[in-house]
């Protein structure tokens, strides 16, 4: 007889802990052992407890393939119970250790069949039970992870009819979940907010605005308060805010936007074709939003235009706008708005134009460019490449909780009754329309950051801390993730002959973005190269990229004149007819100012299970290699942190959120 040593964890999780038998079986490519009662305990195996069991064979089964669970109701119970197992450690005669990982709630008593850690393609896969065991999960995986199409012309989703129908190991865990609902469920009373949810009229005053806010500040936002009509943080803000996507570098006014040098003032003797020469000159154009249906909320017609604005660099390296245009074509009821203008004419117009700031970062760089296209990265992994792959190892920490945060925020939030549509400028018809329009423009080069960077032409724009930290977060990803595939994938060809993997990104390319070449996504990967950096926008898309828009949402927004999601007058059509009464006129109401504080400080916010970029509780490597480039990428990524602490003690407006220790490996908020 000879003697294998298995040594089983159980999760640390809530209801980890499993009263019913469990039976382990080992598979070895020179045969199996029997089916053996694993019995740490007299009754149960215990959260975060590691026992171990003697299971013994006649003969050594050789190398270990893979062991086999299953987990039966004890004759002693009436009731059904689920197991959380984090890893199973063998131990063979021979010396050898072999790990598992599992890290799966088992829920039923089938037969579970776990590979051994070490990462395989399928073309190394050459145990019979090995291949077949491969077949049988990614089989199971397409029943439980089906393709739907939420809207026509968006990415598609996975289909479900709600959280509770997500396989368990896509939920989130109980102590994400209560923190979840109890936060969505009192954050009006958390705000102090709940007596004005129902209430339809318009502020009187700024002072009753400054009450509202005054409930729950952060230290940006209160910075926001006191800086929001200033010039110089207007301008910050397209660098730093919360949305840093659209800026783009201006060498060609466009034709719609007829600004002549006697209209501005650039500090001197100089023209706009000089400064546009030099570089000094920037556009934003939110043109997505023209002509879009607007929305009707407590009964009344809401605004919101699709501006043109025009900024310049002064030599204090402040980024000013110096004209605004609030549609898109030029006309006699369009002025151009300047600085120069009566203070309530150049505010409104800032107002107006933080609006469809707000819109755009949204439902286009919020929800399309993280949320929804984590999903199609997430779906596309789980249908097609096994737990055994070694890019669903390097992946999945990266796909945490983000199939029930996007089915919620389609049931909450851009619902038939969710916030979004009840109190955003372009909820309802609108969402729909601007979430095609988005899609259209997505490229793939506009998800690379050093590509958008360069096509934007903002390589050496001056305070630039999104470009600054997010090129250098970039390159940390990139050099690991090289690290890890480079391992596995030694030429191209390999890459070329891997079918899981190609299916991988054929189902992105249909799914997520609708078979549509001129994105520049590619259909298939022939480099180690190609899928090197497409691996890496995933994980910055998934991590860095939704931090850096998401997680200042509460920061830049819970001051709502700052940024209103609706407005309920149009724009002055002639110049000085504004005053502070049409300002708060045109603000949001009441009901929509409270109920959208309430829903970005519930977007805002950390569970206390959150797990940050680089940190894996879950051990899916077991190899030297990519165990030893994972503790690289950690001390890189502190290294960063220090960086990024070291800048922000000089600066007025901290900037944190791509910061690796408070930003999250996946789209879980």
Request: with cysteine.
């Amino acid at each position: 007889m000879v003697n294998y040593t298995v040594t089983v964890a159980t999760g640390d999780l809530a209801f980890a802990t499993t009263l019913h038998n469990v039976y382990i079986k080992l598979v070895g490519t020179d045969g199996e052992s029997t089916r053996t009662w694993y019995k740490p305990l007299k009754l149960s195996i215990i959260r975060g407890a590691v026992s171990s069991v003697t299971v013994s064979c006649p003969d050594s089964i050789g190398k270990l393939v893979l062991i086999e669970i299953d987990k039966q109701h004890h004759t002693l119970l009436f009731f059904e119970n689920s197991w959380f197992p984090a890893k199973v450690e063998v131990r063979s005669p021979e010396g050898d250790t072999y790990n598992f990982p599992i890290y799966r709630w088992i829920t039923d008593n089938e037969v579970h069949r776990f590979r051994e850690g070490t990462a395989l393609r399928i073309f190394e896969d050459d145990h019979h039970l090995g291949r077949y065991s491969r077949e049988q999960e990614l089989k199971q995986r397409g029943e439980d992870y089906c393709w739907d199409v939420y809207l026509e012309g968006i990415p598609h989703c996975m289909r479900s009819e709600g959280p509770r129908d997500l396989p368990e190991e896509v939920q989130f865990s109980f102590t994400k979940t209560k923190e979840f609902v109890l936060t969505a469920a009192t954050g009006l009373a958390e705000l102090k907010l709940k007596e004005l949810s129902d209430s339809t009229d318009n502020w009187h005053d700024m002072d009753a605005i400054d009450r509202v806010f005054s409930c729950k500040r952060t230290d940006i936002s209160e910075y926001v308060q006191e800086h929001w009509k200033e010039d110089a943080f207007f301008g910050y803000q397209f660098l730093n805010g919360i949305n840093p996507m659209l800026i783009q570098r201006c060498s060609v006014l466009p034709n719609n936007f007829p600004v002549s040098d006697d209209m501005v003032s650039l500090g001197g003797p100089h023209s706009l074709a000089d400064e546009m020469e030099k570089g000094n000159i920037f556009l934003c154009d939110y043109k997505r939003l023209d002509g879009l249906k607007t929305n009707i909320i407590n009964g009344m017609k809401q605004y919101l235009m699709a501006p043109l604005v025009l900024l310049h660099k002064t030599p204090d390296d402040q980024l000013m706008p110096i004209a605004i245009q609030l549609k898109q074509t030029p006309a006699d009821d369009n002025p151009i708005f300047f600085p120069t203008d009566s203070e309530y004419d150049w505010l409104t117009a800032k107002i107006f134009v933080r609006s469809a700031d707000f819109n755009e970062h949204e439902l286009n760089v919020h929800l399309l460019r993280t949320h929804l296209l984590a999903e199609v990265f997430a779906v596309s992994l789980l249908r097609n490449l096994p737990m055994v792959h070694p890019l669903y190892k390097l992946l999945v920490p990266h796909t945490r909780y983000t199939l029930q945060i996007n089915n919620l925020a389609r049931s909450f939030l851009i619902s038939k009754t969710g916030v979004f549509t009840k109190f955003a400028a372009s909820g309802g018809k609108g969402v729909k329309t601007l979430l095609k329009r988005s899609l259209s423009s997505v490229t793939y080069r506009s998800l690379c950051i050093p590509d958008d960077i360069a096509d934007r032409g903002l390589e050496d724009v001056p305070k630039f801390y999104y470009r600054d930290d997010g090129l250098k977060l970039w390159d940390i990803i990139h050099r690991y993730v090289q690290g890890v595939l480079s391992f596995y994938y030694k030429n191209d060809t390999e890459v070329q002959k891997d079918p899981e993997l190609q299916k991988w990104i054929s189902d992105i390319f249909e799914h997520g973005f609708l078979s549509h070449a001129g994105t520049g996504i590619p259909e298939s990967f022939t480099t180690v190269a190609e899928l090197v950096k497409f691996v890496t926008m995933v994980i910055f898309t998934c991590s860095g990229q939704h931090s850096a828009v998401n997680t200042g949402q509460f920061d830049y927004a819970g001051w709502m004149p700052n940024n209103p999601l609706t407005l309920q007058r149009p724009p002055p059509t002639t110049k000085g007819t504004t005053s502070e009464a049409t300002m708060l006129k045109t603000l949001p109401a009441i009901n929509a100012t409270v109920q959208i504080m309430s829903t970005v400080w519930l977007l805002s916010r950390q569970s206390t299970d959150s797990v940050p970029l680089g940190e894996y509780p879950e051990e899916h490597f077991s190899q030297t290699n990519p165990c030893d480039l994972i503790k690289n990428f950690q001390r890189a990524l502190r290294e960063l942190t220090e960086a990024i602490n070291a800048r922000n003690k000089s600066l007025d407006v901290p900037y944190t959120y791509l910061d690796p220790k408070v930003l999250e490996n996946s789209v879980d908020i």
